[in-house]
């Protein structure tokens, strides 16, 4: 994949939703080599909605950057490489408000994006998110606040470092076939619990009836990100070519 290495951005505002999904659905979802990391049991699946700012290649002033809207659709996933098990994220479909990354994501900007409508209600600690795309909708109304909860971790800071160590993204490339990596870091990183007064995917709502139920939601705010094409090594790449043909 040739990428602007680098980008650079400002994350206003991460939404993270989490769904415990049943681990038989989940391996019809992930493609090999990959296969869904399991917690407490079960996979785990979800979608973000990000909204971000000052995007631009690292040489660029961040006064220059644009802006955006932008949601995935994740499951949490691992693969072995080297006599080691890695961990990351399969991102099944990305949606954008950006025009530069639906036109060159996947080419000039990490990742294959589609366009989507967007709208945003932020109150303080509340946040209403809806997205309306051609074959997707989701929406999500948070409050940032309240005692932490969910059947797969037992403290925030447990899930924390859970999504820290996914920094890793697999999805399809341009060609609909094989499986190109992204990287999401950040030098300061900080996740704040919240709790869920309405949530909607139609991508999980579509799956097997009880298979796919919300666990959490966390959410990050006004943090530097950075996004490359990792150094993934050459086994990563051999395997998910050979079982994308």
Sequence with gaps: MTVVRGVRAHLRRRLLVSYRIDPEVAR???PAPLRPQLVAGQALGGF????LEA????WMPATLGLRSENAAHRMAVEWDANGATHTGVYILERHSTAWHAVLFGGRLFPGVHRRARFTAVESGDRYAMTMDAEDERLAADVEVGGDWQSGLFSTLEAASEFYRSGRIGWSRGTDGIALE???LAADT???EPARIHSVHSSFFES???GSAVFDHVVVM???PIRMDAPQVSALDREAAASHAR
């Design 28 to 30: 019809t979802i992930v």
């Design 48 to 51: 973000c909605v990000l909204g």
């Design 55 to 58: 995007i631009r290649p690292r």
């Design 181 to 183: 990596a992204v990287a």
């Design 189 to 191: 990183w900080s996740v």
């Design 207 to 209: 799956l097997p009836a």
């Design 221 to 223: 705010r006004d943090l």
